[in-house]
């Protein structure tokens, strides 16, 4: 397997251009399938699990073509309603295809995601909200089975333990869109890759009203037409940089990203003492105020809140703030997989129930550390770019699934970062 090598110490410097959104881009990819005919997806960023979807689809009998390095054409105009497990196994927002199947084919089998370090993340939600809409659902051998031949518009109630669920609302959006009837879903997420999700929906032909809000109504229509539709852009990958550039007491500018959909984050960074001033022409200088940085109070909660997608990332930067650092998880409360990784390059870490106290210092040294999910991989490689020495990242096929090139855009900001194939580890590997 592969590892990161990052040596610590250089400031970064420079522009970094944001890449296509990862949780827009799958559901996008699910949505495709609402039509027979063919449909563009473009500024797709080039990632592990977009790949692993444009699999699945191609099972499900559509024909999908990359057309460049971010652009993809899918044309799923004969396609079946099961999808294969040895696909769908590998990544849990695979569960995003029920709702498209659902609509289009009247009819849906999907396995069930197994575990995730993250947390249970149960698809009960999702199951509601299709009942709601008249779905007969059974699992069967570790299968979710769902009869959609009566589907039709009712009132949907989405609100969880842990507030609402994204992909549970992308599935209940894209089930409606071809039921007849009006469906309105309440306390529905209005994560910005929902609003995203509903613009390509609308393009097709869909009729959704209330996007961006915790209420939406959907009037069935008979049939979509296909797209060329725009990935937003990746809201955590760009404030990922911006911790870099503040992890290491440097000056990034991010082109692309859309300052509106960063509000919670720019307001705890302000905090923290580091500027993220908006230019005119739409790009976001991220730099320290002053030479130290401030310590962070973090709740995580569904948007516009803080995203849990940044705890880990930003828990990395509370170890280099002055003072104690309060992070708590709202969303997946036991999401502190990188805290002991963090403590192996001596970071002061304690867990308190749902939130990580981290007493801040100057310097942490580099260490082998292990990466256990997408955003631990991120954190633990924020880390090492400030830290003493190198630090080694395993498991970074987890980063893969959804950071675009990082190691190369880290490389164009002046950090030393390399990605070593396993034939060059050394032995103690
Ligand atoms: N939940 C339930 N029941 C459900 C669904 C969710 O209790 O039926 C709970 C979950 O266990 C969790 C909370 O509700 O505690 C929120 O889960 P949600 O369904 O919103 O998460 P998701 O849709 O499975 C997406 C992102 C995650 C991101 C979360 C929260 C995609 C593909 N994934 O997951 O992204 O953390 O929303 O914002 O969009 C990542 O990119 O690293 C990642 C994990």
């Known amino acids: 397997m592969e590892v990161f090598r990052i040596c610590g110490g250089p400031s970064l410097k420079g522009i970094v251009n944001i890449s296509g959104s990862k949780n827009a881009a799958l559901p996008q990819f699910a949505a495709t399938l609402l039509s027979s005919e063919r449909s563009v997806l473009r500024n797709v960023p080039d990632l592990s699990d977009v790949r692993f979807m444009a699999e699945i689809l191609s099972k499900l009998g559509a024909e999908v073509r990359q057309l460049d390095r971010t652009s993809w054409e899918i044309n799923p105009a004969n396609i079946t309603h099961n999808a294969p497990y040895e696909l769908v196994r590998k990544m849990r927002a695979s569960i995003c295809l029920l709702g498209p199947l659902l609509g289009r084919m009247k009819k849906a089998e999907i396995p069930l995601p197994g575990g995730c370090v993250i947390g249970q993340r149960p698809i009960d939600l999702h199951i509601r909200a299709l009942s709601r809409l008249g779905a007969q659902i059974e699992l069967e051998k570790g299968i979710v089975k769902v009869d959609g031949r009566n589907l039709r518009g009712s009132k949907i109630f989405l609100g969880g333990r842990h507030g609402s669920t994204v992909t549970g609302t992308t599935n209940a959006i894209m089930a409606a869109v071809l039921a007849p009837g009006i469906t309105t879903i309440d306390s529905s997420a209005c994560e910005p890759e929902i609003v995203d999700l509903c613009n390509m929906l609308v393009s097709m032909g869909a009729r959704i009203s209330g996007t961006g809000s915790h209420s939406l109504e959907i009037e069935g229509v008979s049939v979509l037409s296909g797209c060329d539709h725009n990935v937003m852009p990746d809201r955590i990958e760009a404030a990922t940089y911006a911790i870099a550039a503040a992890i290491t007491h440097g000056e990034v500018t991010l082109v692309g990203a859309i300052q509106e959909h960063l509000g919670s984050f720019i307001n705890v960074m302000q905090e923290s003492g580091v500027a993220m001033d908006i230019q005119n022409c739409g790009q976001i200088k991220v730099h320290l ?17 803080f995203p849990t997608d940044l705890q880990a990332q930003s828990c990395a930067l509370a170890c280099y703030a002055q003072g104690l650092s309060i992070l708590t998880e709202r969303v997946y409360p036991s999401r502190f997989m990188h805290v002991p990784e963090l403590m192996r390059m001596g970071a002061d870490i304690a867990i308190e129930g749902a939130s990580s106290v981290v007493k801040g210092k100057s310097k942490l040294t580099g260490a082998p550390v ?60």
Not at 297 to 303: A, G, K, N, S
Not at 401 to 414: I, M, N, S, T, V
């Open 370 to 429: 292990m990466a256990s999910d997408l955003r631990a991989s991120a954190a633990l490689i924020l880390a090492g770019l400030a830290a003493e020495g190198e630090t080694w990242v395993q498991r970074i096929y987890h980063l893969d699934r959804g950071y675009d090139a990082f190691e190369k855009k880290l490389q164009g900001l002046g950090a030393i970062v390399e990605r070593i194939p396993e034939s060059k580890l050394p032995k103690s590997f």
């Open 289 to 305: 105020n002053n030479s130290e940085l401030n310590s962070l109070e973090i709740i995580t909660l569904p948007y516009p809140g």
